[in-house]
């Protein structure tokens, strides 16, 4: 088999020639057979290296499977918490996974809501009052910020059924957690409707940044290994990141 033999070659450096230099040492057709059983051993070995799942089998798949594939596929995603106030002064702290920065100039991020399937507090609140925070979740803080995914009635704040305290800088309206290390008050500016699956794509511009002193580089770079910031792998699986390594920027080689 072709396909075989470039799969043998490629994965263990030789062929089905390899087993025909010991054809004069097999003598009986028990032995042949033995032959035959190795190079297909070895082709189903080399076939397990990569795992593939078409789109006809992901559609097809048990809901929760797909939901933890799908969403770990992508990679490592942001941590964080959002901290919002409702107009009655309720207030709200939800982990999120979707934060992204947008653009340095002007400072925006982005984070997707999905707001038509179940009441979301804090979609609510940064709609009504545009104000909202975001705190890296450190990784003594994880346990306690994935409870922030539980569905809590409205008026019962997520800060009272955790270990969360509440901080407020500099007369910002939105609260900040306090164990964060780095924290961010923002200003919604706009929103974005996606068909495709119903989400909403908030965009909102940083005003303010928080961090210790320590975490800062001389060049402005927030290195976060320092902070001890989290990332989140999925829905529900928290990773710690190091720094491996900082390069120039990139230009073709000559």
């Not at 799908?70 to 918490?81: E, H, Q």
């Not at 922030?148 to 609260?175: G, H, W």
């Not at 923002?186 to 119903?198: A, D, P, Q, R, S």
């Amino acid at each position: 088999n072709p396909m075989s033999s470039a799969i043998i070659r490629t994965t263990f450096g030789f062929d089905e020639t390899f087993f025909d230099g010991l054809l004069p040492q097999l003598k009986t057709s028990v032995e042949i057979k033995t032959r035959d059983k190795i190079f297909i051993f070895l082709t189903l070995i080399s076939s397990q290296f990569m795992e593939h799942f078409s789109k006809s089998e992901i559609n097809a798949m048990e809901r929760i499977f797909r939901l933890n594939l799908i969403n770990s596929c992508t990679g490592y995603k942001s941590a964080n918490l959002i901290g919002t106030s409702s107009n009655e002064g309720i207030l709200n702290l939800a982990v999120f996974s979707s934060i992204t920065h947008l653009g340095s100039d002007p400072s925006l991020l982005s984070f997707i809501v999905r707001p038509t399937i179940v009441p979301r507090d804090t979609y609510r609140n940064i709609i009504s009052n545009h104000y909202f925070t975001v705190n890296h979740i450190h990784v003594d803080d994880i346990e306690e910020a994935h409870h922030t995914s539980a569905r809590y009635p409205y008026k019962i704040s997520e800060f009272d059924v955790t270990k969360f305290e509440t901080e407020y800088l500099n007369n910002f309206p939105a609260p900040y957690v306090k164990s964060s290390k780095i924290k961010l008050g923002c200003k919604y500016l706009n929103k974005y409707e996606i068909k495709e699956n119903e989400t909403i794509l908030i965009v909102a511009e940083i005003n303010d940044i928080y961090f210790e002193k320590n975490i800062l580089n001389d060049d402005g770079y927030l290195q976060l290994d320092k902070a001890e910031t989290v990332a989140i792998n999925g829905l529900d699986g928290y990773a710690l990141p190091t720094l491996l390594n900082r390069f120039k920027y990139a230009k073709p080689k000559k």
